[in-house]
């Protein structure tokens, strides 16, 4: 695992919005890996949010774009139309996530086995948990719960990130990440949604100087989500 390197960082980012093209380009000038969590019957739709004080696109890429614009990088499930699964009972629960992953499966072209819940707040529970892993192709899902360590986790159907990447400590984290010196596997796991750049709850110059800074390292192993978990 990890190429015998004990630490790993991937990256996660939510929606499919077309903000990811540019996003991507920072991600590969820089050797990073990311997985990216898409809503399948919501591709393909414009959109806009108000965030931050102002209105910012939201307008879903192209579903005959998904397979060359994520290349290199994972494609995840975020079920086909973004609902808050606490509160769907169990039917639709399987059909919006299975489907979905079948969907986005069909799109890129290999077998889709990761996920991220949708919406924020208290958005997954252990009984929509327990119904993804035994109806579904899922075999991790992650949450918007900060950990702000780097500790591996068991359940792997509620797995939660180190940090969002809006939070003000991102640095901070990242800063002591790379100093760590460790004899266990230690993971640092960002997401978030690109759009947030054009708020600028983060910058695009402040992300990309994060991920200059994370580059390059002999020690770290780099990889989609799927590549670190699994």
């Not at 790993?8 to 990311?34: P, W």
Request: aromatic share 10%; hydrophobic share 35%; with cysteine.
């Amino acid at each position: 695992m990890w190429n015998n390197k004990k630490k790993a960082i991937t990256f996660s980012f939510d929606d499919g919005v077309t903000q990811d093209i540019r996003l991507i380009e920072i991600l590969n000038k820089y050797g990073l890996k990311a997985t990216f969590n898409l809503n399948s019957e919501l591709l393909g739709k414009a959109g806009a949010l108000e965030r931050n004080g102002a209105v910012v696109r939201h307008d879903k890429v192209a579903p005959e774009t998904v397979k060359e614009l994520y290349n290199g990088h994972e494609i995840a499930v975020h079920t086909l139309t973004h609902p808050r699964l606490t509160e769907l009972d169990e039917n639709e629960i399987i059909r919006q996530v299975e489907r979905d992953r079948e969907n986005l499966s069909l799109l890129c072209g290999y077998d889709v086995i990761g996920m991220a819940y949708p919406c924020g707040g208290v958005n997954n529970d252990d009984r929509v948990a327990d119904v993804i892993r035994k109806n579904t192709g899922v075999k991790y899902a992650r949450t918007i719960t900060s950990t702000y360590n780097f500790d591996l986790q068991e359940n792997l159907l509620r797995f939660n990130p180190t940090v969002y990447y809006v939070e003000d400590c991102l640095e901070d984290i990242v800063d002591t990440f790379l100093g760590l010196q460790t004899d266990k596997q230690q993971l640092l796991y960002i997401w978030g949604h690109s759009y947030e750049m054009d708020a600028e709850y983060i910058s695009w110059e402040a992300f990309e100087r994060i991920c200059k800074k994370l580059s390059g390292r002999a020690d770290i192993f780099y990889g989609t989500n799927k590549e670190v978990l699994l």
